[in-house]
């Protein structure tokens, strides 16, 4: 059974930073991809960042150059480290994953989902 486990989440000013982690286990699947995405109350689940086995990476538009994804299949651990966070990064966080060699964006691509951690940001 795959259990993908989120934490770090928390309350920040705004322009602080956070940094989530997701343990995962179960998740045997290392060369696929593993993905962050949120949702903040009264929006659809939106995509923020994903990567791939070999480190590649793809990020939302609003959260270039602001936020790193990375993994570490030793530790089996997938991080997410938020910096200058605005008042609109707040929302539940996800951790994701899948079983696909390709994939986008898009919450329709991951299969395994953590239950979240909430990132809340006051101006």
């Known amino acids: 059974e795959v259990q993908l486990v989120e934490s770090g989440g928390g309350s920040v000013q705004s322009g602080g930073s956070l940094r989530l982690s997701c343990a995962y286990y179960?998740?045997?699947?290392?060369?696929?991809?593993m993905g962050w995405f949120r949702q903040a109350p009264g929006k659809e689940r939106e995509g923020v960042a994903i990567?791939?086995?070999?480190?590649?990476?793809s990020y939302a538009d609003s959260v270039k150059g602001r936020f790193t994804i990375s993994r570490d299949n030793a530790k089996r651990t997938l991080y997410l480290q938020m910096n200058s966070l605005k008042p609109e990064d707040a929302a539940m966080y996800y951790c994701?994953?899948?079983?696909?060699?390709?994939?986008?964006?898009?919450?329709?691509?991951?299969?395994?989902w953590g239950q979240g951690t909430q990132v809340t940001v006051s101006s």
């Open positions: 994701a994953a899948n079983e696909k060699t390709w994939c986008q964006l898009r919450t329709a691509d991951f299969g395994y």
């Open positions: 990567i791939d086995s070999n480190g590649s990476t």
């Open positions: 179960g998740y045997t699947y290392m060369t696929y991809y």
